[in-house]
């Protein structure tokens, strides 16, 4: 083992701290450069609102009902989801099956496809005229296009990805032998993965939930392609956003802020499970 230089050596004899190397200005520039592109717009629309008048315009009937619906839509998909998503997400992680791997690429697809383009794929399917809306009008008198449901069901589709990846990576990290065990004393498939296996992978449920919740709350291209833009109907509170900001610049703003604040309390909320701090 080497001792310290005297060169090494604090004040007191102690050895000092190595000084930290300056980050590259080739590295911090670009950075920064990015970081300002990020938090820019979200500062301009704090500096833009109309704070005296702020309590007033969120009490006004439109963004009221717009916001109203936005709640109800987002966490019936979100329960939509759940209901679906979870058994998905369990048969993806735990059972093999010729093609998984091409049906868990299919399950992410509306992650990157353009959000119109499900509007429209939903309306070829779903729609009056649809592979499938034919026979829901005709044998149950169900339309799902421009009503509040085809809101749930667009907010659904883009939606559900985050929740199953989410379930998804839980079930892949929870320790089988808990199940294993389970089963040899006899319990059921279904006993174990309600008694065991769910409540083992329970915070990435609720992490895949809230994302959720979060991406039907702020959807906008399917919605308005599949459902329209009706008021009190399917006028969510991004296509609020979207009209206000054509007549009333300021009630716009304050939609905005509304989601930005839902946002950020998303974020917080799940900043233990995917941001890490030194």
Partial sequence: ???????????????????????????????????????????????RAPWPTLLVRLAEPQVLEALRLSLVTATVATA??????????????RVSFPGRRLVRALVTVPLVLPPVVGGVALLLVLGRRGLAGQWLEATFGITLPFTT??????EAFVAMPFLVISVEGALRGADQRFEEAAATLGASRWTVFRRVTLPMVLPGVVAGAVL???????????????????????????????????????AAIVLSLVLLAVSVIILASLRDRWVTTP
Avoid: Q, S
């Fill in 149 to 154: 449901a085809g809101v749930i069901v667009a």
């Fill in 1 to 47: 083992m080497t001792t310290p230089t005297p060169l090494d050596r604090g004040p007191a004899g102690r050895p000092a701290a190595r000084r930290k190397a300056r980050p590259p200005w080739m590295l911090v520039v670009p950075a920064l450069a990015g970081l300002a592109f990020l938090v820019l717009p979200l500062a301009g629309l704090l500096v």
């Fill in 80 to 93: 939509v989801c759940l209901v679906l998503g979870v058994p998905l997400a369990w048969l993806l992680a």
């Fill in 212 to 250: 959720c919740w979060a991406r039907a709350l702020g959807e906008f291209g399917a919605t308005i392609t599949f459902a329209g833009n009706f008021p009190g109907t399917t006028r969510t509170m991004p296509l609020a956003v979207y009209l206000a900001l054509e007549t009333e610049p300021e």
